[in-house]
T-cell receptor, first 115, second 116 residues
Framework: GAGVSQSPSNKVTEKGKDVELRCDPI?????LYWYRQRLGQGLEFLIY????????KSGLPSDRFSAERTGESVSTLTIQRTQQEDSAVYLC?????????????FGPGTRLTVL | AQKITQTQPGMFVQEKEAVTLDCTYD???????LFWYKQPSSGEMIFLIY??????QNATEGRYSLNFQKARKSANLVISASQLGDSAMYFC?????????????FGKGTKLSVIP
């Protein structure tokens, strides 16, 4: 079956512009996660959605970052007034609420470059 | 706070040899799970293996095994019979808490290069 997909794969933007990143989770996965990966670093948790529950936004670095998800489908991560330090790969993952290990399945990421 | 430490920024291994990638963790919660992910140059994170804190046996998945030493808080990944396709970044991650927990804390990764 289809895995997690993300679009665009690459995004180059100018400082101060807004960007929107999209994630399509695996069908049937109720949980969805966004992570940020800076060059040479591990993944930083950003936000978590589980079904219709209130999302866990504890990892969002500033109020310029926001994310939405409608039901158990597509999610968008929006970064307003982008800064150069926002340059990173943004990874989306999805999982079952109760899997064997509840392991997260990752998409290929969106590489964001802010000039 | 939870923390994952991977002390090897880069490792080299000869094809067909075994290699061990180190991971130590820190948590005060008795219930946790440890994961290893592979990230090839394509960027996608691929789940490899899982070890639960209450599991009695070390986890194995094909050529991957996890050397879990609870008292030392280490969860090293062992790859046997290395292949050229094993060249990638490897991340150790931890999820703390029981059923319903979800947040993963990642280490900084180890870059493995397999030499023909």
């Amino acid at each position: 079956g289809a895995g997690v997909s993300q679009s665009p794969s690459n995004k180059v933007t100018e400082k101060g512009k807004d960007v929107e990143l999209r994630c399509d989770p695996i069908s049937g996965h109720t949980a969805l996660y966004w992570y940020r990966q800076r060059l040479g670093q591990g993944l930083e948790f950003l936000i978590y959605f589980q079904g219709n529950s209130a999302p866990d936004k504890s990892g969002l670095p500033s109020d310029r970052f926001s994310a939405e998800r409608t039901g158990e489908s597509v999610s968008t991560l929006t970064i307003q007034r982008t800064q150069q330090e926002d340059s990173a790969v943004y990874l989306c993952a999805s999982s079952l609420a109760r899997g064997r290990y509840n392991e997260q399945f990752f998409g290929p990421g969106t590489r964001l470059t802010v000039l | 706070a939870q923390k994952i430490t991977q002390t090897q920024p880069g490792m080299f291994v000869q094809e067909k040899e075994a290699v061990t990638l180190d991971c130590t963790y820190d948590t005060s919660d008795p219930s946790y799970g440890l994961f290893w992910y592979k990230q090839p140059s394509s960027g996608e994170m691929i789940f490899l293996i899982y070890q639960g804190s209450y599991d009695q046996q070390n986890a194995t998945e094909g050529r991957y095994s996890l050397n879990f030493q609870k008292a030392r808080k280490s969860a090293n990944l062992v790859i046997s019979a290395s292949q050229l396709g094993d060249s990638a970044m490897y991340f150790c991650a931890m999820r703390v808490g029981g059923a319903g927990s979800y947040q993963l804390t990642f280490g900084k990764g180890t870059k493995l290069s397999v030499i023909p």
